[in-house]
Each structure stands twice: as structure tokens, then as C-alpha cells.
């Protein structure tokens, strides 16, 4: 580790390690998305192209980015690819894989016993309780908190398959907050309306940001042993490493909240415009002229008027009955 070059500007974007737990979850995850999208064609169901890019390009991409790229090769000599890993787990990547709206894809393309399993599971009691906005929230902000001020991270550092395990870990919290707020609107309490989740999403941005101002303010090094040991002669001082960290987890936490605000109002007046057309339809079924009565053959059905031409017909039948 200590005889890698120096990350430069070209490394960043051509360094790459394989990194096999990760591939395999991102297959796993993408052949699944296939065959999902696969079966309702084969039904003439539609599956909307853009979910499909969000999952594949925003979610597996940023899954593979985080865990395989220059990221992954420095993140055990520098702090701050460490650090930026960890953010796109946590944030960018569950926001990826919930526009994609991977539960609703399985439970359209999924037979009627096998839908009603994962539904199930999904508004289950322990699921709700993990997904209640303020409980998720909480348990993000806890899991990298964790990460960064107790053993965790530098024993990650020391054991492979614990750093898998810690990918894993922050993934699944993102994904607790991100996915019920985006797509799974059954598993959230019945006040979490669409003002109150924009307001969630703004409130989760600001929660976000904290972990990044504790590490780049922490007067004490974060997993400093490891990382005085282990920086090499071209790296910066290693506090000042883990400020450039604090400032990138900061600063992808901000970027992140917009996208995933706008994707909330966006989501709000897809809502809203529905509810106008089945409000519309509604109220032109209920004015649907009555059918008249008919009283002669060759008599004209009467209909429905404005009050405008009734009220001058009234007004110029007393007008000729005066004359």
C-alpha cells in the first residue's frame, strides 16, 4: 500500500481494483432488475426507461464507482477517498436504486404468491419501525457517526471482509430513508404527505451534513494510527487529509439533497395533476344530463341550462305575459 503512486488528477479516473463481494451484489441486483423488467415486456406491460437508467447508472454505477475505482485502491492511504466511499454508499447510491423503484418493478413482475411475500415483508411491523422517517434519519446520521468515532472503521481498514460488510451496512441505511420517501409510500405513517416529506428531505440534508463537519473540525485523528503508518511520502499531512475528507463528505451531502428534493416535488405534481384528472372524471360523471321525461313522441327532451339563459327566460316570459 505504501508503494502506490502518487493519486493524480489521471489515477483518479484510471486506477481500478476488483473488488468481488461488490461484484457480485451489483450483478446479483442488476440481473434481477433485468429479468423484472424482461417478464413484464414479455407481458406488454411497460416498464419506464428513465427508472431503468436511474437503477442502473446512478445506483449499480455509483455501487461499483465506490467500492472499485481509484476510491477503493487509495482508501487504505488516504482518508478522503475513504470518505467520499462512504458518502456515495450512504447517499448517492441509495438514491439511485430508489428511482429505480426496485419493489415496485418486483411486485408487477413477480407472481401473485411471491408479490404477496415481499409485500408483506415490506409493511410489516419491523419494517416500519426502521423506515419511519425520523427513526431512518436517526439511524443514518448513528451509522456514520459509528463509522468514523469508534473502532469500527480502522478495524475495516484491517480486515477485508469487514470493509464489505461495512459497505453493506451503509447501503442499507441509506436505503431505509431514501426508498419508503421516494417510492413506497404505503410503509410511511398517513401524515407523511408530500409537503412533509419535501420538508424530511430538506431536514435529512442538513442531519447529513453534521458527520462531515465533526470529521473536518475533530481536533483528534480518525483512525490515526492506521493512517500515519500507512500515508505515503506524496500524501498531505494527515490531518490535513481528513479536513479534505470532511469538506468532500459535506459537499456531496448538500449536492445529494437537491436532486432528491426535486425528485420529491416532482413526484408531488405527478400526484397532484392524477388526483385533478380523477377529480374531473368524477364530477363530469356526476353532471351527466339527466334522462329526460318523455311525455309525447315528437316533444324535445329537455336538458340542462345555465341559470343565465333560465333567469332571462323567466325574466321575458313575464315581460310577454305583462304585454
Known amino acids: 500500500m505504501g508503494s502506490l503512486p502518487e493519486l ?27 429479468w423484472g423488467v424482461l ?7 411497460h416498464w419506464p426507461t428513465a427508472r431503468a437508467a436511474a437503477f442502473a447508472l446512478l445506483g449499480l454505477g455509483t455501487l461499483i464507482v465506490a467500492t472499485m475505482s481509484a476510491l477503493a485502491v487509495y482508501d487504505h492511504v488516504l482518508f478522503w477517498p475513504a470518505a467520499v466511499q462512504n458518502i456515495l454508499l450512504d447517499l448517492v447510491a441509495p438514491l439511485g436504486l430508489a428511482l429505480g423503484d426496485p419493489l415496485g418493478l418486483a411486485l408487477r413482475a413477480l407472481p401473485e404468491r411471491g ?49 464489505d460488510v461495512m459497505y453493506l451496512h451503509l447501503l442499507l441505511a441509506g436505503c431505509l430513508f431514501v426508498v419508503p420517501v421516494l417510492t413506497r409510500e404505503e410503509v410511511l405513517p398517513a401524515w407523511c404527505t408530500h409537503p412533509v416529506r419535501a420538508a424530511l428531505v430538506f431536514l435529512d440534508g442538513v442531519i447529513d451534513a453534521v458527520p462531515g ?12 494510527s492506521w493512517y500515519l503508518h500507512h500515508a505515503p511520502s506524496w500524501s498531505p499531512d494527515v490531518q490535513r487529509d481528513q479536513q479534505l475528507g470532511g469538506g468532500a463528505m459535506i459537499s456531496i451531502a ?17 400526484t397532484e395533476r392524477a388526483e385533478t384528472v380523477a377529480l374531473d372524471r368524477r364530477l363530469e360523471a356526476e353532471l351527466v ?9 315528437g316533444e ?6 345555465p341559470w343565465w339563459e333560465t333567469e332571462n327566460s323567466a325574466v321575458a316570459q313575464r315581460i310577454q305575459q305583462q304585454r
Open 8 to 34: 493524480t488528477t489521471g489515477r483518479l479516473f484510471s486506477a481500478w481494483q476488483t473488488d468481488l463481494p461488490a461484484l457480485l451484489l451489483v450483478a446479483l441486483l442488476g440481473a434481477l432488475y433485468c
Open 39 to 45: 417478464r413484464l415486456r414479455r407481458r406488454g406491460e
Open 115 to 163: 408479490a404477496g411475500r415481499v409485500q408483506r415483508v415490506v409493511t410489516g411491523r419491523l419494517m416500519r419501525l426502521f423506515t419511519f422517517p425520523l427513526v431512518s434519519t436517526a439511524l443514518v446520521l448513528v451509522t456514520e457517526l459509528t463509522v468514523y468515532f469508534t473502532p469500527y472503521f480502522e478495524t475495516a481498514l484491517r480486515v477485508d471482509w469487514l470493509h
Open 213 to 224: 463537519i465533526v470529521v473536518m473540525t475533530h481536533g483528534t485523528l480518525i483512525a490515526g
Open 254 to 270: 448538500e449536492l445529494v439533497a437537491l436532486p432528491f428534493l426535486l425528485a420529491i416535488l416532482a413526484q408531488w405534481a405527478r
Open 289 to 297: 344530463p339527466a334522462a329526460p321525461a318523455v311525455e309525447g313522441a
Open 300 to 305: 324535445e327532451a329537455d336538458r340542462v341550462r
